[in-house]
């Protein structure tokens, strides 16, 4: 059973900045692409950031030059900085992990259950 769990969301006020973190565990013998993913009240949700294991980065437009995404491969850990954040961002934050091998020709996808980021004054 894969688990991922996220930490470091929270309230910030606008022009601040919060650093997620996601973590997965159980038997994972790789992970494709991890992810987050956002959805705030009322509206679908969408991507914020991806990044393969060979470290590709795909941004939605709204966050590019202030969000950066990265992993630590090793730790199976996928990690969201968010700088000069705007009241916009406030939604609940989601890990995704894609393509995760958990066994020979065995793969998953998996969320986590998401972490409330609020940019608030």
């Known amino acids: 059973q894969v688990q991922l769990v996220e930490s470091g969301g929270g309230l910030v006020q606008p022009g601040g900045s919060l650093r997620l973190s996601c973590a997965a565990s159980?038997?994972?013998?790789?992970?494709?692409?991890m992810g987050w993913y956002r959805q705030a009240p009322g509206k679908q949700r969408e991507l914020v950031a991806t990044?393969?294991?060979?470290?590709?980065?795909n941004y939605v437009d709204s966050v590019k030059d202030r969000f950066t995404i990265s992993r630590d491969n090793a730790k199976n850990t996928v990690y969201l900085q968010m700088n000069s954040l705007k009241p916009e961002d406030t939604a609940v934050y989601y890990c995704?992990?894609?393509?995760?091998?958990?066994?020979?020709?065995?793969?998953?996808?998996?969320w986590g259950q998401g972490t409330q980021v609020t940019v608030s004054s």
């Open positions: 990044i393969t294991s060979g470290g590709h980065t």
């Open positions: 995704n992990a894609r393509g995760v091998k958990v066994g020979p020709g065995r793969f998953g996808d998996y």
């Open positions: 159980g038997t994972i013998f790789s992970i494709a692409t």
